[in-house]
């Protein structure tokens, strides 16, 4: 089989380029006779997938497979009345798709609920942290601490900077009254460096993200939307323990593997994220592997 996949959302510094790098990776090593050839134009293919809705195709030249990590624009329209018309044309060749991939029961339920796809069209493929990402030794942890300037103890957020995203709450999380520093890591634009009393790294590389994960107290999550939440299972596969709120997906993906509060106790999140004590569960054991292999085998669907 030979399979056009679009690679463009690998730069992005967020989850999404998570994703795509891991996945793609992932797939080349558990290709065997199979093919993968890195494009959004296919042509002379079996199956084309994009891994992300901005790629997917209103008319496809072979079978196609989107992955949707969540329904976000659909779900707040009022928070991307500038991106709509954009939005329902990518929405429209979701539809359209031959098969769709979303990372938890929680997503698929949104996709049935607000799309019209069928529910056989609906695969669940999981997430995991990448390789790279592994619990530190003190050295380690020490000279990341210098390199970027982190107080010996501190709460860690992580995740994208570049635009003030309202279900991440970050801007709430920085003012609410906390007893250790808060670290925020990833790609930031200028409006993070406004936040009042928070440490920012910018964007870093994997070596030193699990070294600033394992120097961390917690991680602390206090979306109040998330599709899958893959920053808490990269926390937990260095060591580090998860305080999240209470959503349908972080519920989903984490189990007993996390603290859980309440949405709207934010104040309680972070108490949560200084009382939190090592070790902390390993993460669900599934690997980008694993998710290759569904994936291959939703391509044998597809193109069949």
Not at 210 to 225: Q, T
Not at 248 to 266: M, W
Request: net charge negative.
């Amino acid at each position: 089989m030979r399979v056009a996949f679009d690679p463009r959302a690998s730069t992005d510094p967020r989850g999404i380029g998570r994703y795509v790098r891991c996945l793609l990776r992932a797939l080349r090593d558990t290709a065997g006779d199979d093919e993968i050839v890195e494009t959004h134009r296919p042509r002379r293919v079996d199956v084309y997938h994009s891994p992300w809705i901005d790629g997917a195709l209103l008319r496809p030249p072979c079978p196609q497979v989107v992955t949707v990590h969540d329904l976000t624009p659909l779900k707040r329209r009022s928070e991307y009345l500038r991106t709509g018309l954009r939005f329902r044309l990518r929405y429209l060749a979701v539809e359209r798709a031959v098969r769709v991939i979303v990372p938890t029961q929680t997503v698929a339920g949104d996709v049935l609920e607000r799309l019209d796809v069928d529910r056989e069209r609906v695969v669940v493929i999981s997430e995991a942290p990448a390789p790279r990402l592994h619990q530190r030794g003190p050295e380690e942890v020490a000279a990341a601490r210098e390199r970027y300037g982190l107080p010996e103890e501190y709460l860690l957020w992580v995740g994208g900077l570049l635009t003030p995203d309202p279900r991440k709450r970050i801007a709430a999380l920085a003012k609410t009254p906390r007893e250790l520093p808060l670290v925020l890591v990833g790609a930031a634009k200028p409006w993070a460096h406004e936040l009042p009393d928070v440490t920012l790294t910018g964007h870093v590389p994997d070596d030193d993200l699990a070294a600033i994960y394992s120097g961390a107290r917690a991680l602390v999550f206090p979306s109040d939307d998330e599709g899958f939440g893959l920053p808490t299972v990269e926390a937990l596969a260095c060591g580090t323990p998860v305080v999240a709120t209470d959503l349908p997906a972080l519920r989903e993906v984490l189990g007993d593997r996390a603290t859980f509060v309440d949405a709207d106790d934010l104040e309680g999140l972070l108490a949560a994220g200084a009382a939190a004590t090592r070790p902390a569960p390993a993460p669900p054991p599934w690997t980008w592997e694993d998710a290759a292999r569904a994936t291959w085998r939703v391509y044998s669907d597809a193109g069949g």
